[in-house]
């Protein structure tokens, strides 16, 4: 036997379609019932079901920015043990989270060793911009470089290089762990577009002095360096790998266990 369809229902689903309403769409029946077991005034009723709407587009704006940027794992503050990183400025951190530097075009960099939770926090500070309204795109330092190549090699550089410029933010993730090689001069051009324009998060395992080993150039590293330092909050992240101790638990557990 099939289900009774109410005609107004079904005159209402015809309207949210036709009107774009895909939030009130799947809504009204439980916000209607709800207004008539709380008596609702007419006036009510339609500010709880345009609340609806307004809430469903924010989540579905806020879903399609968080897919655009490419996390490989959305990480929050929230998620993040600052007790077992009590050398970390979270003052700072948590500061950094209400976006000023990206207003202001400036630039975050994360130093320590590798586990120390630097794409963690890179991560995190990015989704709360997300949140904001602001475009982020996170990138691995790697994939960039092999992007910039192919782009440079296909004569199409110029191009490759202004697709970023609708991001408010961009994360360059694990700087250090290759040698540039050829990639040096294209990522050093990839940062220069966006100084005083964009911001940048880069998270790396060396410090500054050592940047000229994997740029392979000391003038051109001096030269970036000049340019993202100018405007930027330096984050130094200090002890053990949080991947390290997880492991050493992990193992520690299996053994008491054993």
């Given at each position: 036997m099939n289900e009774y369809l109410d005609p107004k229902e079904a005159v209402v689903d015809i309207y949210?379609?036709?009107?774009?309403?895909?939030?009130?769409?799947?809504?009204?029946r439980e916000i209607a019932r709800d207004?008539?077991?709380?008596?609702?005034?007419?006036?009510a009723f339609l500010s709880a079901c345009l609340a609806k709407e307004v809430e469903t587009r924010a989540q579905?704006?806020?879903?399609?920015?968080?897919r655009q940027a490419r996390f490989h794992e959305v990480k929050t503050l929230e998620s993040f043990d600052f007790t077992g990183a009590p050398k970390l400025p979270k003052t700072t951190?948590?500061?950094?989270?209400?976006?000023?530097?990206?207003?202001?075009?400036?630039?975050?960099?994360?130093?320590?060793?590798?586990?120390?939770g630097k794409t963690h926090i890179a991560t995190a500070i990015a989704v709360a911009a997300i949140q904001q309204g602001f475009k982020v795109r996170f990138i691995r330092v790697s994939d960039l470089i092999q992007e910039l190549l192919k782009a440079e090699s296909e004569?199409?550089?110029p191009r490759y290089l202004k697709t970023w410029n609708k991001f408010d933010l961009v994360?360059?993730?694990?700087?250090?762990?290759?040698?540039?090689?050829?990639g040096s001069p294209l990522l050093f051009q990839f940062c220069s577009e966006?100084?005083?324009?964009?911001?940048?998060?880069?998270?790396?395992?060396?410090?500054?002095?050592?940047?000229?080993?994997?740029?392979?150039?000391?003038?051109?590293?001096?030269?970036?360096?000049?340019?993202?330092?100018?405007?930027?909050?330096?984050i130094p992240f200090v002890g053990e790998s949080y991947r390290f101790k997880e492991s050493k638990q992990k193992l520690d557990i299996e053994q008491l266990h054993s």
């Open positions: 949210c379609k036709e009107l774009k309403l895909p939030g009130l769409k799947v809504s009204f207004a008539m077991l709380q008596n609702l005034t007419p006036v579905k704006r806020l879903s399609t920015r968080l951190i948590i500061s950094l989270a209400d976006c000023k530097f990206i207003r202001d075009r400036e630039n975050v960099i994360c130093v320590g060793q590798s586990g120390t004569y199409r550089l994360i360059l993730d694990e700087l250090g762990y290759i040698n540039l090689g050829a966006r100084y005083e324009r964009g911001s940048l998060i880069i998270t790396t395992n060396l410090d500054f002095g050592r940047w000229g080993e994997v740029f392979g150039d000391n003038a051109l590293t001096v030269a970036l360096l000049d340019r993202i330092t100018h405007h930027a909050h330096v």
